[in-house]
Structure formats: C-alpha cells, structure tokens
C-alpha cells in the first residue's frame, strides 16, 4: 500500500512538472535540433521519458528549469551521439507552416548550425542563454563558475560572429 501511495505521489509530482514545463521542454528539444529522422515530438517523448525515470533524483538545489534543462540537453545529446553511430535514412517529412527559404529562416539555421559546432560546454552554453538562463543557473547546470560561464559565453559568441562574417 505504501508503494502505491508513492507512485500516485510520484506521478501526480511529473505530472505538475510537465504540465508547468511542457512548452519549455518543446523549445529545448527545437532548440537542439536533431537530424531530419527524429522529429521533435519523438525527442520531446525521450526527454519525458528521462524526466520520469530521473524525478525522483531532483534535489530542489537549482531551479526546476535548470534541472529540466540538464535532463533534455544529456538526453537530446545522446540522441545524437546514437544518431551519428547508426545513421538513419532520410525520412521525408511534411513542409513547416513558415517559410525555410525566407532569409531570416535562412540565417537562424545557419547561426543554429554554427552553435551545434561550438565545442562543450560551449554549445550549452549559449544554448542556455539563448533560453534566456541566467550566468548563476547556466553557471549551476554546467558546474562552472559564473565567470566562467560570462568568460566562456564572449569567447564563443566572438567565435560565432567571426564564423559568421566569414561564411556570409
């Protein structure tokens, strides 16, 4: 009876999590796009899944959105270390509602793409600030400190602009 009550706690406590948080995990899992075979519903249920398996591993010592973070990002990633080793055939899938060759589409790609390539955690990182964290909760996922991560950040966003000027 006692393990019962737990899991009907348990669920009841992910259940909360993801209804606080569900648009905020979609936009991570947009965020590190994987390739054209994962859509990102399926990253979306993989990063659910880790949230469910590992909930009872969050100790309330940082945010709830930066421990979400931590879990999507490791999870996405692995996706994509799984990806890399078992390439998947290109799966043909349906046009988006915007417009791919609009060029602002054209430029968030490519900056997206110029991010992905940053080495970690500097890909993290600006992945992070882009989701609007703070240097502290940034600072808190990525166990630097907070001059790190604002050291780390100017380095890459200075690699990225020069990437960028370079290529355009």
Known sequence: MHESTNNKEREK????????NKDYIFNVCKTYRLSASWEI??????????LWRDI????GRSSERTWIFRVAKNTLLQLKRKESNHPQPEV?????????????????NFLMQLIDNLPQPDNSIVHAH???FSYKEIAQM???????VAMRLARAKERLR???????
Request: with cysteine.
């Open 56 to 59: 009872d591993k969050f100790e």
């Open 142 to 148: 990525t166990q630097l400190t907070v001059p790190a």
């Open 92 to 108: 043909q899938t349906p046009a988006p509602f915007y417009d791919e060759q609009s060029p602002d589409m054209e430029n968030y």
């Open 162 to 168: 020069k990437a960028y000027e370079k290529a355009k």
């Open 130 to 132: 882009i989701e609007g």
């Open 41 to 50: 519903e399926d990253a979306y249920q993989e990063v659910l899944c880790t």
């Open 13 to 20: 406590t992910f259940r909360e999590l993801v209804a606080r």
